[in-house]
């Protein structure tokens, strides 16, 4: 799983940005967590990619690709999605919760 977010932003910190102080703390608590827990974190991400994969081919049985794209649009594009669903979405599904349960 790629470390380099690329500039890739998760937006769930875009959204907690009115409040600073709970932005901070929350950030600082799973820098802790993700200095002890990257195996961990990874591997659930992993197990989280697959899973999403499974229903993602299901789900587009039978569909049509984007056929109109050229190579060039289609590689880019791939690479973007790639870099976005393996190292910001699939870690958020550990690490939101991870946070929700920070402030419980």
């Known amino acids: 799983m790629p470390s380099n977010y690329s500039g890739v932003s998760p937006s769930v910190f875009r959204h907690l940005t009115p409040w600073p102080k ?6 600082s608590r799973l ?3 993700e200095s002890v827990s990257i195996p961990t974190i990874d591997s659930l991400a992993t197990q989280a ?4 994969d499974r229903h993602a081919a299901k789900l587009g049985e ?4 984007l056929e109109e794209l050229n190579n060039t649009d289609r ?5 973007v999605l790639d870099v976005f669903i393996n ?8 690490i939101v919760p ?4 920070q402030i419980a």
């Open 31 to 33: 820098e802790e967590l």
């Open 62 to 65: 039978g569909s049509e690709g």
């Open 87 to 94: 190292a910001v979405l699939a870690r958020g599904v550990i």
């Open 98 to 101: 991870t946070m929700r349960l």
């Open 22 to 27: 709970l932005l901070l703390l929350l950030v």
């Open 75 to 79: 590689q880019w594009l791939q690479e």
């Open 49 to 52: 990619l697959k899973m999403a």
